[in-house]
């Protein structure tokens, strides 16, 4: 339309102009033929007549500038109407949205299981993905009622920490996706923990061969129970089990190949570092390598919805039809103190006994000696089932130390613990309010460990990724302590914890 808006122009001043110019020539025709006359009233007549005409032809140019600026007017007026009719195109995922779309369109197309920071199209030469993952959890978490000390297997007297204080207890900003080819992908974690004081930055970079497998190295937790499969912060209860907290490896850097080779088999196999070595230099890990992998079957289709909540314990999402989940995983590591023996508290905490002693302090098993390595070895076995908004989830532990190097003699060879978690959750308003109730144990061979504990959940926004939380507990000889965790080692009573996660 605005292409043709000079010819336009041009066409009605031509018309004007010849309009006018045939009026002056028909004029000057008319005095022609009129008879002669005295050559004075000639000139005054044809002076009139020039008058006459320089007025039309103001007159026209007049009407000619107020026609164009109509014309002007209407043109513009036709563009804007062609511009709003015509429907937006629509940009691809990830991108933003134009101005003339509506928010709620936008929001969908830039959050994509995580904030999109950038993404450009499928066909690009150079394909990049950049999301945020945020996981935030705020707490307020009160132990009081708790005993102050608690005694070891051999009478030793120790303290009970026990705490009141609020804590943004963890805070966790992942950035991840994929760069130059869709297969390479990456993720960049910036993780603290406000009641430990701690700070760790993190990372990975991974191939994607196929659905089957991808192959990934930096940071990961040893997959040596349920709680450290992409689960995390999906829990029942307010945190992980006290079992579970117990028996479970910690974070350490290695290799990993993860994948669904079949339909709903699942397995991570992982070759790390250590139990735990997120805290540990590098001149104090030993040439000690953990084996550990994770293998689940869910028989009637995915255990919940795709994306980061897929592997939660609960049933937000409701489904009539059946779900079902059977896991198994083994983990293997020959362990050692990361200390001098001049220090009776080692800089390796991943390991507790069963009475609340870190397994490499001084004194752990013996009065005065110091057990420098042992070999640690986990079997657990999981099972869950989901139905139209209830979840019921347990879990099985064993646990064996042994092949001890000591400074000095021991009175065994080694040590068998066992235990449990089990929870049973129903969401009594669908998709807004959870009730639960969930308990553990732990079987040692020096002590034996239980806790009940029964709390509620409010999804007070449309979605699983945010909730509060309000959870009663109460704790009979807690065997672990964790800074992020609601367990110190001989916790004994009651324990309340209100929480609110945030997880996108």
């Not at 990049?128 to 070891?152: A, E, G, M, W």
């Not at 959940?457 to 449309?462: A, C, Y």
């Amino acid at each position: 339309m605005t292409n043709r808006t000079p010819h336009l122009r041009v066409l009605v001043a031509w018309a004007l102009t010849s309009a006018t110019l045939l009026a002056t020539s028909a004029f000057g025709q008319a005095a022609e033929g009129q008879p002669p006359s005295d050559l004075e009233a000639e000139v005054a007549a044809v002076k009139a007549e020039n008058a006459a005409v320089r007025e039309q032809l103001r007159k026209l140019e007049e009407q000619q500038k107020k026609l164009l600026e109509l014309i002007e007017q209407l043109q513009r007026r036709l563009d804007g109407s062609a511009i709003a009719e015509k429907p937006p195109t629509a940009p691809p995922p990830g991108e933003a949205q134009p101005a003339q779309a509506s928010a709620p369109a936008a929001a969908v197309e830039r959050y994509q299981d995580g904030i999109v920071l950038a993404k450009t199209a499928d066909d690009a030469k150079i394909p990049v993905l950049l999301k945020l993952n945020d996981n935030t959890q705020f707490r307020y978490l009160n132990t009081l009622d708790s005993d102050d000390t608690f005694v070891d297997h051999l009478g030793t007297v120790h303290e009970v920490h026990t705490r009141n204080d609020f804590t943004v207890n963890r805070a966790m900003l992942v950035f991840n996706g994929y760069v130059f080819d869709k297969r390479l992908q990456y993720s960049f974690t910036i993780w603290t923990a406000a009641g430990a004081a701690s700070i760790v930055i993190a990372g990975n970079v991974g191939w994607r061969f196929n659905k089957g497998l991808t192959l990934t190295g930096g940071y990961n937790g040893g997959p040596g129970v349920r709680s450290l499969t992409n689960t995390f912060p999906f829990f029942t209860g307010v945190d992980r089990s006290m079992a579970d907290n117990f028996f479970r490896p910690g974070f350490t850097q290695g290799v990993w190949a993860n994948g669904e080779p079949l339909h709903g088999l699942n397995y991570q196999v992982f070759v790390g570092n250590g139990l735990n070595t997120l805290n540990i230099s590098a001149t104090k890990i030993d040439t000690n390598l953990l084996f550990a992998g994770n293998v689940w079957w869910e028989p009637l289709g995915p255990y919940a919805e795709p994306g980061k909540s897929r592997n939660m314990y609960d049933d937000y999402f409701a489904s009539k039809t059946t779900r079902i989940r059977l896991g198994t995983a083994f983990t293997r590591s020959r362990e050692d103190r990361f200390s001098n023996l001049e220090q009776t508290t080692p800089d390796n905490t991943s390991i507790y006994n069963s009475d609340g002693v870190l397994a490499f302090s001084t004194g752990a098993f013996a009065p005065g000696v110091t057990v420098e390595e042992a070999l640690f070895r986990l079997w657990s076995i999981d099972v869950g089932v989901k139905w139209n908004g209830l979840a019921i989830n347990g879990q099985y532990y064993m646990r064996w130390l042994d092949e001890f190097e000591a400074d000095g003699p021991l009175p065994l060879t080694s040590t068998f613990d066992r235990g449990f978690e089990l929870s049973a959750s129903y969401f009594v308003i669908p998709r807004k309010l959870l009730v639960y109730g969930r308990g553990s144990a732990v079987d040692g061979e020096f002590g034996d460990s239980r806790e009940y504990a029964g709390g509620a959940k409010w999804h007070f926004l449309p979605t699983e990724r945010f909730w509060m939380q309000g959870e009663l507990m109460r704790v009979n000889g807690a065997p672990y302590s964790g800074a992020f965790t609601p367990y110190t080692a001989g916790l004994d009573g009651w324990v309340a914890v209100i929480q609110t996660v945030l997880a996108f």
